[in-house]
């Protein structure tokens, strides 16, 4: 555990040089390895990257300093100072997040471009950093539902429009097809954390329209989706098409690990189940139509049983309790060391409190 640390603070250390705009540099890609010529000379800046880096110095300048390395932490935390600041005046759009500047400057997803005008991850990671603030995440995740949500389709575009004939050009996403993988497509990493962001963002309706978009079983079951996804229905996709005559068509199955992203999203943002230590909280967020769920929890030997609302008779666990033997506000942390084998917890939402315990939620 101390190497790893180790590595992942030397990983740090080396993406603390920023570009002309105050932003990381992007050398040849940075989660999108498609976009590989935007900083290829040197000079190109990530937007998302600097979400992202956000997110991690959170997590990690804590550990620094517990480690007695006060100095690397505080390093740390300025340059942080510094991307939050650079995010919001020219990583900022006017009306969303850019997504990246090429090395002599242009900027990428801004207004300015004919194409990729918007990319999903910069709007999301805006939320999931929590490095933002509602006068910029809120119209950043509006201009994501109107320009990258495609209705009939059941899709959440990775970028739009799509590359075709830019100059310059990003890198070797543009030799895709329109609408195909990273190319304006639903890549499922991507769509899994703009669900959670919505979610986050309190739009619970749009996140569990998303979830039904990339959950492979609510798609192949679809009667107009499910046709023309042509995939497993137990299994996610890596992407699904996004153009013409292949809308809706999945791609690369048994081979992305989205997976365990669309269960982290399902588990611990719209059902809110975190578990740090020895607390526990559930925060639900789900959509309005639900009454309620259940969920089991095996946890230091343990089994819980967590009831939101009044779940549906059909979907209530058999050995559960009837009459909750606990019970919790909605993001109250408690200590389930004090909870007994076989305990119901009722998590109540009167009053909503949305805590945190150790970071952001990506």
Request: glycine share 12%; aromatic share 8%.
């Amino acid at each position: 555990a101390h190497q790893r640390q180790a590595v992942d603070a030397r990983a740090i250390d080396r993406s603390l040089a920023t570009g002309v705009h105050g932003l990381p540099l992007m050398g040849t890609g940075d989660w999108n390895d498609g976009m590989n010529r935007v900083g290829h000379e040197g000079r190109g800046e990530s937007v998302w990257l600097a979400w992202f880096l956000c997110s991690v110095v959170e997590r990690y300048a804590p550990l620094a300093e517990a480690r007695g390395d006060g100095e690397r932490a505080r390093r740390w935390l300025d340059a942080r100072r510094g991307w939050i600041a650079a995010l919001h005046d020219a990583g900022w759009d006017g009306a969303w997040f850019r997504r990246a500047f090429f090395d002599d400057g242009t900027p990428l997803g801004s207004s300015a471009n004919g194409e990729c005008r918007i990319d999903l991850i910069a709007q999301a990671w805006s939320v999931l950093s929590g490095a933002s603030d509602d006068a910029h995440t809120k119209p950043a995740m509006a201009a994501l539902e109107a320009q990258l949500h495609d209705e009939p389709a059941g899709l959440l575009r990775l970028l739009h429009p799509p590359l075709a004939h830019s100059a310059p050009s990003p890198g070797y996403i543009q030799a895709y097809p329109p609408g195909v993988r990273e190319n304006g497509g639903q890549y499922s990493h991507a769509a899994v954390w703009a669900l959670m962001a919505q979610a986050l963002s309190g739009d619970t309706e749009a996140a569990w329209r998303s979830f039904e978009g990339l959950s492979p079983a609510h798609r192949a079951a679809h009667p107009l989706r499910g046709p023309a996804y042509e995939l497993e229905p137990y299994v996610m996709a890596g992407d699904v098409y996004g153009a013409a005559p292949y809308v809706g068509r999945g791609g690369w199955s048994w081979y992305t690990g989205s997976a365990a992203w669309l269960h982290r999203a399902a588990t611990e943002t719209l059902l809110g189940l975190a578990v740090r230590g020895d607390r526990l909280c559930l925060t639900p967020r789900v959509p309005a139509h639900w009454s309620g769920f259940e969920m089991t929890l095996r946890l230091g030997g343990k089994v819980f049983t967590l009831r939101h609302g009044t779940p549906p008779a059909d979907t209530t666990a058999k050995s559960s309790p009837r009459e909750p033997t606990h019970h919790a506000a909605s993001g109250e942390w408690i200590d389930w060391r004090a909870l007994h084998d076989g305990a119901l917890l009722q998590v109540d939402t009167a009053d909503v409190v949305e805590t945190s315990a150790g970071g952001s939620e990506a």
